[in-house]
Every structure is written in C-alpha cells, then in structure tokens.
C-alpha cells in the first residue's frame, strides 16, 4: 500500500503565492503519474495539474500560467507552486498518484483559503 502526506496549505492574500508538496511513502511501488485536485465549496473535484513520470505536465486552463507542478523521483514527491492566487482558487487540494500502472491512490486534502 501506498500512502500519501500533504502539506503547504493555509491562509494567503489575493495575489500571493503558496507552495503544496505531496510525499509518496510504502514499498514495492512505481509511480506513473502525479497530480493535484481540487474540489471548492459546493463543487466537484476537479483536476488541477498533473506531470508524468517523464516529467510532461498538464494543467486546466483556470490555472496556466499561474501554477507549477513538478516532481522528484528519487523523493517520490510532487509539488505545486500557485503565484497570483485568486479567492477562486478556495478549495481543498487533494494530491493524486497512480502507481503499479493500475492502483489509484489520494491525499488527505490540504485547505487552501486565498482571502484578503
């Protein structure tokens, strides 16, 4: 089994920027692809970026240009950089791995509250 850590969440102003990681954990597992998710008050969850073990990344459209992921393999680790945060982007992120080609693993969630 896998287990995922998040962390990086909390509190910014309206044009700031925060930075999540997310730690995979466990033994006999290889990881394909990573990725954040976010689900709003009131809203579904909804993919944030996503970057493959080759280090390809895709990102919604609400959030190009603005947000970075990027991983390390060694650490089995990914993060996410978010600059010019908007009260829009209000949500728990979930962090996302699928690993063994086939098994689906999720973080516990991590609040991101963007409020002047």
């Known amino acids: 089994q896998v287990q995922l850590v998040e962390s990086g969440g909390g509190l910014v102003q309206p044009g700031g920027s925060l930075r999540l990681s997310c730690t995979a954990s466990g033994s006999g597992f290889s990881i394909q692809t990573m990725g954040w998710y976010r689900r709003a008050p009131g809203k579904q969850r909804d993919l944030v970026a996503s970057i493959t073990s080759g280090g390809i990344a895709e990102y919604a459209d609400s959030v190009k240009g603005r947000f970075t992921i990027s991983r390390d393999n060694a650490k089995n680790t990914v993060s996410l950089q978010m600059n010019s945060l908007k009260p829009e982007d209000t949500a728990v992120y979930y962090c996302?791995?699928?690993?063994?080609?086939?098994?689906?693993?999720w973080g516990q969630g991590t609040q991101v509250t963007v409020s002047s």
């Open positions: 996302n791995i699928w690993w063994n080609m086939v098994q689906n693993s």
